[in-house]
């Protein structure tokens, strides 16, 4: 099959059914009209706007789509005052039941439907970007930058296949858990691009340490972008001055290990195209075990759970643990393939395939410590001095699904202090 007749069925499976928009419009459509009139009764300078891939026409298709819809306070009036406490009244005034998100600025969600929720965001009307007090802020000049550049279908077309291949590639999201593209920033760069297809080319060929993209040239060379922003904002692969504010990297939370893992996916798909390239893949388990018993290894499944705020807060958390959990393994076993999914909400999944390492070497004190020699001595049976420093050598007598319940009961209260609530060894 052709890239262009692959590219041509992705869109028609990533683009989201007329009756899922027709449903989600309806009932946004009353929603903004039973909340602008709140908004009036109560005499306040509020603008009720949609934001998001919504507003910009590049929603693609999932099981529950998220609606950005941004209070945007004036900065004047508001501006001594805690917005996301007089959207909370709002809402509940409104009659909805909501649930609260916790952030830099905390906001609301109602979800009508399996299908899809609002996520109500407060924001404060901003005269200059500088002003801005958080990034949601910025919110109505992406919307209306993308509206007005993007006008041509195709773009915008190309702009869902790249938001399909990203998900697909675990390689969408600012999320700390993630560290990679935001949807704004997928959407600059299709524009700059012209294409997925071009994108990807330019991300594989390069040979840049930085890829640095000013779509209005508010910088004059590569080296005065480097010059003028924060050093915090350029330490990310690709940089991409945001078109509505110069001082900000749209792409900084990128990380080096996701836009490596990003050019991989991208080489694959320029040298075989196909559609498995742009389908969200789970965890196959049952397949990792196979592997790992073909080639003699012993194979393991961890089950974690966290009491923090689903989304980045949970997937943060679950994270770092798995990064810490991994080291920890590395001790006793050569860990030859190991993978984390985050569930979304609350949970995820750990697995591995190890190889004892049939014997590993302990370091002790060093020659003279009386003190702490005799109690090494007491603990470890084979003991030897190298470089004026006692060590152990220890035998590997146990598998891993025996050391990973003690390494649970042994290391429990530094698993609580990570807030990892629950801990399941499964087969």
């Not at 080489?267 to 073909?294: G, M, N, R, Y």
């Not at 014997?359 to 004026?388: C, T, Y």
């Not at 390494?407 to 698993?415: A, I, L, S």
């Amino acid at each position: 099959m052709k890239v262009a007749e692959i590219l041509k069925e992705v869109l028609v499976k990533v683009s989201p059914p007329k009756e899922d928009l027709d449903e989600i419009n309806t009932y946004l459509e009353n929603f903004l009209m039973q909340f602008k009139n709140e908004v009036r009764k109560k005499k306040m300078i509020v603008d009720v706007f949609v934001g998001g891939s919504f507003a910009k026409k590049t929603v693609i298709k999932k099981d529950s789509y998220d609606v950005d819809i941004f209070m945007r306070f004036d900065a004047e009036k508001y501006k001594d005052r805690e917005i996301s406490e007089i959207l909370r009244e709002l809402i509940k005034n409104a009659g909805y039941e909501l649930h609260e998100i916790h952030g830099s600025r905390d906001y609301f969600r109602i979800k009508p439907d399996e299908k899809f929720s609002l996520e109500i965001v407060p924001v404060i009307k901003v005269a200059k970007p500088s002003e801005a007090e958080n990034i949601t802020d910025l919110s109505y000049s992406h919307v209306k930058y993308i509206n007005k550049k993007i006008k041509d279908k195709r773009i915008l077309d190309e702009i869902k296949i790249t938001k399909a291949f990203c998900y697909a590639t675990g390689t969408y999201g600012a999320e700390s858990y993630i560290h990679g593209f935001s949807g704004y920033a997928l959407e600059l760069l299709v524009y700059h691009y012209k294409s997925f297809m071009n994108f990807a080319k330019a991300m594989v060929k390069s040979k840049e340490k930085k890829i640095i993209i000013d779509i209005e040239k508010f910088y004059r060379n590569k080296n005065e972008v480097m010059m003028n922003l924060n050093s915090a904002k350029i330490q990310a692969p690709v940089i991409v001055i945001d078109p509505t504010y110069k001082q900000r990297n749209v792409t900084a939370a990128l990380s080096e290990e996701t836009f490596e893992k990003f050019k991989t996916e991208c080489a694959k798909v320029l040298k075989h195209p196909s559609l498995d390239s742009f389908s969200v893949k789970t965890l196959d388990l049952e397949k990792i075990k196979k592997e790992s018993a073909k080639k003699k290894l012993e194979f393991c499944m961890v089950k974690i759970k966290t009491n923090r705020q689903e989304g980045d807060i949970a997937g943060s958390k679950l994270l770092k643990f798995y990064n810490f959990f991994v080291k920890e393994t590395e001790a006793n076993f050569e860990v030859k393939n190991s993978g984390f999914e985050y569930d979304g909400k609350h949970g995820g999944r750990i697995f591995l395939s190890v190889k004892s390492k049939k014997e590993i070497i302990l370091g002790g004190p060093r020659v003279g410590d009386k003190k702490n020699i005799s109690a090494f001595k007491k603990r470890h049976k084979k003991v030897f001095i190298k470089k004026g420093r006692f060590y152990s050598k220890e035998i590997i007598n146990f598998g891993i699904k025996e050391f990973l319940e003690k390494w649970k009961k042994k290391n429990y209260g530094r698993t609580i202090e990570m807030d990892v609530s629950e801990m399941e060894i499964a087969n």
